[in-house]
């Protein structure tokens, strides 16, 4: 078995695609405290960033073949809600302005959710350390 071969046994796409939902979550935070920040702004129409959508579009494209970097400005990394998903924002429809109370309750969903997958994460990393010590 050579060195790539172990790499993908040991952090699979498991721990990509819980990588990739954490960084979506923070993203989808920072849309939504904005909405919180702006609830008394006339005219503001909250917005949501659809985490299952994106979710479901990163792992399709983590298949396919990544390209080497050789110098580091070649290729910008994705930030939290850069370019790559600030197309996906949406705003939300009735035109009544920011429903604090609705607001907050997804932000507590979303704050649950990201616990659950740190949580997650946690877990998977303590798996490969019992693997790796050999179960002491």
Same mark, same amino acid.
């Given at each position: 078995?050579?060195?790539? @071969?172990?790499?993908?046994?040991?952090?699979?796409?498991?721990?990509?695609?819980?990588?990739?939902?954490?960084?979506?979550?923070? &993203?989808?935070?920072?849309? /939504? %405290?904005? #909405?919180?920040?702006? !609830?008394?702004?006339? #005219?503001? &129409?909250?917005?949501? /960033?659809?985490?299952?959508?994106?979710?479901?579009?990163?792992?399709?494209?983590?298949? &396919?073949?990544?390209?080497?970097?050789?110098?580091?400005?070649?290729?910008?990394?994705?930030?939290? /809600?850069?370019? @790559?998903?600030? &197309? @996906?924002?949406? %705003?939300?429809?009735?035109?009544?302005?920011? #429903?604090?109370?609705?607001?907050? !309750?997804?932000?507590?969903?979303?704050?649950?959710?990201?616990?659950?997958?740190?949580?997650?994460?946690?877990?998977?990393?303590? !798996? /490969?350390?019992?693997?790796? %010590?050999?179960?002491?």
């Amino acid at each position: 078995m050579d060195k790539i @071969e172990i790499g993908k046994k040991l952090f699979d796409q498991t721990m990509g695609t819980l990588n990739r939902s954490l960084d979506v979550r923070t &993203a989808r935070h920072r849309v /939504l %405290s904005s #909405n919180v920040a702006n !609830a008394e702004t006339p #005219n503001y &129409a909250p917005k949501d /960033l659809p985490f299952q959508k994106i979710l479901e579009r990163a792992t399709e494209s983590s298949s &396919a073949i990544s390209l080497r970097k050789t110098h580091p400005q070649h290729f910008p990394e994705p930030g939290i /809600l850069t370019s @790559e998903w600030s &197309a @996906e924002v949406e %705003s939300q429809a009735g035109g009544e302005g920011v #429903n604090i109370d609705q607001e907050m !309750a997804k932000l507590a969903e979303n704050n649950l959710m990201f616990q659950a997958g740190v949580q997650s994460l946690v877990k998977k990393i303590e !798996a /490969l350390k019992m693997t790796i %010590s050999d179960g002491r």
